[in-house]
């Protein structure tokens, strides 16, 4: 039985905050890129991750036992995606920070 690999999958990774959601997403595309899928848009609602990945134009998904140049190739694509969303982790913990800074402020300025 072939498996029959679908040209667009969208995926939501619900989480209390992005940071979290974008952990799991990272997670998520080192499996998708082996997979021969690349993210091409993501967006957060203030309660969920939503990734659109695409079906890479290199073929029907990775054959059982890829040559060498083929498996660095999926690996670089794995990486370049978890770097991405390690980028997005650490810019919303960065703002996560900076905001609770500014309540611990507010508070023992008021306190």
Same mark, same amino acid.
Do not use: C, I
């Given at each position: 039985?072939?498996?029959?690999? *679908?040209?667009?999958?969208?995926?939501?990774?619900?989480?209390?905050?992005? /940071?979290?959601?974008?952990?799991?997403?990272?997670?998520?595309?080192?499996?998708? /890129?082996?997979? %021969?899928?690349?993210?091409?848009?993501?967006?957060?609602?203030?309660? &969920?991750?939503?990734?659109?990945? *695409?079906? *890479?134009?290199? %073929?029907? %998904?990775? =054959?059982?036992? =890829? =040559?060498?140049?083929?498996? !660095?190739?999926?690996? $670089?694509?794995?990486?370049? /995606?978890?770097?991405?969303?390690? $980028?997005?982790?650490?810019?919303?913990? !960065?703002?996560?920070? /900076?905001?609770?800074? *500014?309540?611990?402020? &507010?508070?023992?300025?008021? %306190?």
């Amino acid at each position: 039985m072939e498996l029959e690999m *679908q040209s667009v999958v969208v995926k939501a990774f619900p989480a209390a905050t992005q /940071a979290l959601a974008a952990e799991r997403f990272a997670e998520d595309s080192v499996v998708a /890129a082996r997979l %021969g899928y690349a993210a091409t848009s993501q967006s957060w609602d203030g309660e &969920k991750l939503t990734v659109v990945y *695409q079906l *890479q134009p290199s %073929g029907d %998904g990775v =054959p059982p036992d =890829p =040559p060498p140049l083929a498996q !660095a190739d999926l690996n $670089a694509r794995a990486n370049e /995606a978890r770097a991405n969303a390690n $980028a997005m982790a650490n810019e919303a913990r !960065a703002e996560a920070n /900076a905001y609770a800074n *500014q309540e611990r402020v &507010k508070a023992r300025d008021h %306190g």
